[in-house]
């Protein structure tokens, strides 16, 4: 088999600052360069692989032949699909228009042949990755049609050697519920594989997203849900004999799973048992680029280490407690959720995008509320000085000292998330604001009360986050002025090392 990445880049959008290899020193990266991007990520900082996003966004389709032309010379010394991968995240058709997904198959089966033109002997992408999966007829299905279409290739262009017809693929669970039912998900899809290829996968990657979940459910309802996933591909993997390799989908903030370059050490320890996790923009280019380097070395040379198994009696009293703090999550989102829609508008764009289709896509509403993506979600909140790990905080109240010790068994660091995180509340914010809604107040009273029980006090203490307190202020102020906000997100997003 061959090895996993351990590391792999995306093209989430939460850079605040310009990428450094960019001589304008814009944010905004252009579908045009990110094949350039992807070089980079590969040759300087070391990243094993690359994801190429087709869903919710324009994409470069050429993306192979570019590679191969540009710099052929380089991946005759690392082979694509070999020694470096590109993997691309094909649009959910049950939620997008399906040509996108035609588009993507088809450069599958045309960079083989391409690759086998320039005398490399193995396919350059054999995996994609299926967003928002809900059930395996969904993951038979990409599979199926994907066989179908290399079929249909190779009866209309027979001058071409036939192509490989079978495409592995990646499933992405996104929501809390999703994961918890993974298990269940991928043992109908082993049972319906043998049944529609005569054989089971020899491997199987799953994505566990960290990121998308946190915005529908809130902080601690997702980690414990990604921790419920991990022990449940640990037992299937006892069962079944397959092998299981999680990728786990993180940004930088704690909010969107709090990996980046300072962190990197104690979210390996947070995560025992991910093989792969997401090294998205904001870790890339807000950082100094040789701690970056020196960040992604680690990561890649770490020990694999076991996922923590839950027990059956543990994982019930989890999902007791996900529920819990879900529902005071929601509560607090329904309520002041509507006020946040002028920074949702000017927030800055650093990718190009066409509408989101996905698990929070722009056209999507969660109890009538317009939702905006995550990374915009949580750069908002962070603008305004109140991180949305503060949503749903009391939660912690609501626990009995059984489940706050099952909490910190399961979910080490959520202290020092919510410190980090409390870093950038601004207190005098969360009163103005509790002056004309008293929904704001609740949050407050709630973050209170935390302080008091986790006998931690959130308030900015260093230069750069009273500085970032400051900036906060003046957006509370500027809410009629888009271009002023959305000045203010970019600017306290440099100091936060992140835009969301």
């Given at each position: 088999?061959?090895?996993?990445?351990?590391?792999?880049?995306?093209?989430?959008?939460?850079?605040?600052?310009?990428?450094?290899?960019?001589?304008?020193?814009?944010?905004?990266?252009?579908?045009?360069?990110?094949?350039?991007?992807?070089?980079?990520?590969?040759?300087?900082?070391?990243?094993?692989?690359?994801?190429?996003?087709?869903?919710?966004?324009?994409?470069?389709?050429?993306?192979?032949?570019?590679?191969?032309?540009?710099?052929?010379?380089?991946?005759?010394?690392?082979?694509?699909?070999?020694?470096?991968?590109?993997?691309?995240?094909?649009?959910?058709?049950?939620?997008?228009?399906?040509?996108?997904?035609?588009?993507?198959?088809?450069?599958?089966?045309?960079?083989?042949?391409?690759?086998?033109?320039?005398?490399?002997?193995?396919?350059?992408?054999?995996?994609?990755?299926?967003?928002?999966?809900?059930?395996?007829?969904?993951?038979?299905?990409?599979?199926?049609?994907?066989?179908?279409?290399?079929?249909?290739?190779?009866?209309?262009?027979?001058?071409?050697?036939?192509?490989?017809?079978?495409?592995?693929?990646?499933?992405?669970?996104?929501?809390?519920?999703?994961?918890?039912?993974?298990?269940?998900?991928?043992?109908?899809?082993?049972?319906?594989?043998?049944?529609?290829?005569?054989?089971?996968?020899?491997?199987?990657?799953?994505?566990?997203?960290?990121?998308?979940?946190?915005?529908?459910?809130?902080?601690?309802?997702?980690?414990?849900?990604?921790?419920?996933?991990?022990?449940?591909?640990?037992?299937?993997?006892?069962?079944?004999?397959?092998?299981?390799?999680?990728?786990?989908?993180?940004?930088?903030?704690?909010?969107?799973?709090?990996?980046?370059?300072?962190?990197?050490?104690?979210?390996?320890?947070?995560?025992?048992?991910?093989?792969?996790?997401?090294?998205?923009?904001?870790?890339?280019?807000?950082?100094?680029k040789n701690q970056v380097k020196k960040a992604i070395e680690f990561y890649?040379?770490?020990?694999?280490?076991?996922?923590?198994?839950?027990?059956?009696?543990?994982?019930?009293?989890?999902?007791?407690?996900?529920?819990?703090?879900?529902?005071?999550?929601?509560?607090?989102?329904?309520?002041?959720?509507?006020?946040?829609?002028?920074?949702?508008?000017?927030?800055?764009?650093?990718?190009?995008?066409?509408?989101?289709?996905?698990?929070?896509?722009?056209?999507?509403?969660?109890?009538?509320?317009?939702?905006?993506?995550?990374?915009?979600?949580?750069?908002?909140?962070?603008?305004?000085?109140?991180?949305?790990?503060?949503?749903?905080?009391?939660?912690?109240?609501?626990?009995?000292?059984?489940?706050?010790?099952?909490?910190?068994?399961?979910?080490?660091?959520?202290?020092?998330?919510?410190?980090?995180?409390?870093?950038?509340?601004?207190?005098?914010?969360?009163?103005?604001?509790?002056?004309?809604?008293?929904?704001?107040?609740?949050?407050?009273?709630?973050?209170?009360?935390?302080?008091?029980?986790?006998?931690?006090?959130?308030?900015?203490?260093?230069?750069?986050?009273?500085?970032?307190?400051?900036?906060?202020?003046?957006?509370?102020?500027?809410?009629?002025?888009?271009?002023?906000?959305?000045?203010?997100?970019?600017?306290?997003?440099?100091?936060?090392?992140?835009?969301?």
């Amino acid at each position: 088999m061959l090895k996993i990445p351990k590391t792999m880049a995306t093209q989430h959008p939460d850079n605040a600052r310009a990428p450094y290899w960019k001589k304008d020193g814009v944010g905004f990266v252009s579908s045009s360069e990110e094949t350039a991007e992807c070089v980079d990520a590969f040759r300087v900082l070391g990243i094993e692989e690359f994801m190429w996003d087709w869903e919710g966004k324009f994409t470069d389709e050429a993306v192979i032949d570019r590679l191969f032309h540009h710099y052929l010379d380089y991946f005759k010394k690392n082979p694509l699909g070999l020694k470096k991968r590109l993997t691309f995240r094909i649009p959910n058709i049950w939620q997008e228009h399906g040509y996108s997904l035609i588009r993507a198959l088809m450069v599958v089966l045309t960079s083989e042949d391409f690759a086998r033109d320039l005398k490399f002997h193995h396919p350059p992408l054999f995996e994609v990755i299926l967003p928002m999966t809900e059930n395996a007829k969904q993951l038979i299905f990409i599979q199926k049609s994907f066989r179908e279409l290399a079929r249909l290739k190779a009866k209309m262009f027979n001058k071409f050697e036939k192509n490989t017809e079978y495409v592995h693929i990646i499933p992405l669970f996104e929501g809390v519920d999703t994961q918890i039912r993974a298990k269940k998900i991928l043992t109908d899809y082993l049972k319906l594989h043998k049944k529609t290829f005569g054989f089971l996968p020899s491997y199987m990657r799953v994505f566990i997203a960290g990121s998308d979940p946190a915005m529908v459910s809130g902080l601690v309802s997702t980690v414990l849900a990604n921790k419920i996933a991990l022990s449940d591909l640990r037992e299937l993997e006892k069962e079944t004999g397959i092998r299981f390799f999680p990728i786990l989908g993180v940004g930088s903030l704690p909010f969107r799973g709090g990996l980046n370059p300072v962190s990197i050490k104690e979210f390996d320890l947070e995560y025992p048992g991910v093989t792969t996790s997401t090294i998205q923009s904001a870790f890339r280019y807000d950082y100094p680029k040789n701690q970056v380097k020196k960040a992604i070395e680690f990561y890649n040379k770490r020990p694999y280490r076991k996922s923590q198994m839950i027990s059956k009696a543990d994982r019930k009293k989890l999902i007791g407690i996900i529920s819990i703090f879900e529902k005071e999550y929601r509560d607090v989102f329904n309520k002041i959720v509507p006020e946040m829609q002028f920074a949702f508008s000017s927030f800055p764009r650093r990718r190009e995008r066409h509408l989101h289709i996905g698990l929070l896509a722009y056209s999507r509403k969660v109890n009538k509320i317009k939702l905006p993506r995550a990374i915009t979600f949580t750069g908002s909140f962070y603008s305004l000085g109140i991180p949305p790990e503060f949503l749903g905080i009391g939660g912690f109240a609501k626990l009995i000292p059984s489940e706050f010790e099952l909490l910190n068994k399961y979910y080490r660091n959520y202290k020092k998330s919510l410190e980090q995180a409390g870093k950038f509340l601004n207190w005098h914010n969360v009163k103005k604001l509790s002056q004309k809604n008293k929904n704001w107040r609740e949050v407050g009273g709630h973050i209170k009360e935390a302080e008091s029980l986790l006998k931690i006090h959130f308030k900015a203490r260093t230069k750069e986050e009273l500085l970032h307190a400051k900036l906060t202020g003046e957006l509370l102020y500027s809410k009629n002025n888009p271009d002023k906000v959305k000045k203010l997100i970019e600017q306290s997003g440099i100091l936060r090392k992140s835009l969301g």
